[in-house]
């Protein structure tokens, strides 16, 4: 009766080990996917201001064609990316940074466009959006460290397939956006 007993409370104790890891799991996963809607929303907003940014810039860089079309692209594909592919969204955006950066810089070749009111406004909001931005993929990566520790570390190792374990990239900047944005005018 008392072996019975034992094995019964292993069998018990087995049972609430499992359900602690595979709810661990599910708490990881769903607080990453919290973290990158902040990030989601951020960059919708993002993608709102870029036309009125390319409408403001066409008008002093008109010469710029090459420079507007490829941040249209670039953000026309981020926007492209399906929801929930975080990683492609993730490379996408890291594009269309770079491709920001370039648009900012053609701001220091135009004097006049530097000084006008709506191109102002314009970079003041994408430069608070980047700032939401960076917060949020600072959030976004600890959380992402804290799903991949535990799914690769044990014991959540041993029951990671079992439980879908499901892997995050994090969100780090693209190579291109650690280098100095070179304009030229030849």
Request: proline fraction near 2%; charged fraction near 25%; aromatic fraction near 10%.
């Amino acid at each position: 009766m008392i072996t019975v007993l034992i094995l019964i409370g292993i069998i018990v104790l087995l049972a609430f080990l499992l359900v602690g890891i595979f709810n661990r799991f599910v708490k990881n996963k769903n607080v990453v996917k919290d973290a990158w809607s902040n990030i989601d929303v951020a960059l919708k907003r993002r993608y709102d201001l870029i036309p009125n940014l390319v409408e403001t810039v066409k008008g002093y860089a008109a010469h710029e064609k090459t420079t507007l079309e490829n941040v249209i692209q670039a953000r026309n594909a981020a926007m492209a990316v399906p929801s929930g592919e975080i990683n492609a969204q993730i490379k996408a955006e890291n594009q269309l940074q770079q491709t920001l950066r370039s648009i900012f810089a053609l701001s220091e070749a135009y004097p006049d466009l530097k000084a006008n009111a709506s191109f102002l406004d314009l970079q003041q909001k994408l430069n608070e959006i980047e700032e939401n931005l960076e917060r949020s993929r600072r959030y976004y990566n600890g959380t992402v460290r804290e799903n991949n520790t535990y799914g690769e570390s044990f014991p959540g190792v041993m029951f990671a397939g079992m439980f879908s374990y499901q892997h995050f990239d994090f969100f780090e900047a693209a190579e291109a956006e650690r280098e100095n944005v070179k304009v030229s005018f030849e």
